[in-house]
């Protein structure tokens, strides 16, 4: 019963559990599962819409081999049917065995619960790693 305490609410513990499928989305270069999360009125840096995000992490994909995802520990702060979550995430590429590039960036998130499911509203990655 102690242990029951320290557990994430469930609304938190499943917005978890979908920023940690949408790593492994990433890692796996299934562009289509990462696009299941993501609103179709997503908005992202620059103006990027969902289109653009698709288009972006088609791309990003393409052109490495290998990507691995590294997420810091995640700030979540839930407001009844949103949430806003924030990490610092490290992304890495290579060609076979060749490293190709390395970033570390500051991820701003906001998502909306849709019955069971968070869906990702927003999403900003424009800073550097460790921004506030």
Known sequence: MALTGCADPPDEAALRARITSLQ???????SGALLEAVDPEFGGPDGMDRDGLRRYATLMLLRQQNVGVAIGPV?????GDRAAARFDAVVTGSNRFIPEGVEARRVETVWRLEGDDWVLVS???????LAK
């Open 24 to 30: 492994e989305a990433v890692e796996a270069r299934d």
């Open 123 to 129: 999403a900003d990655w424009s800073k550097p790693a």
């Open 75 to 79: 700030d979540v702060e839930l407001r």
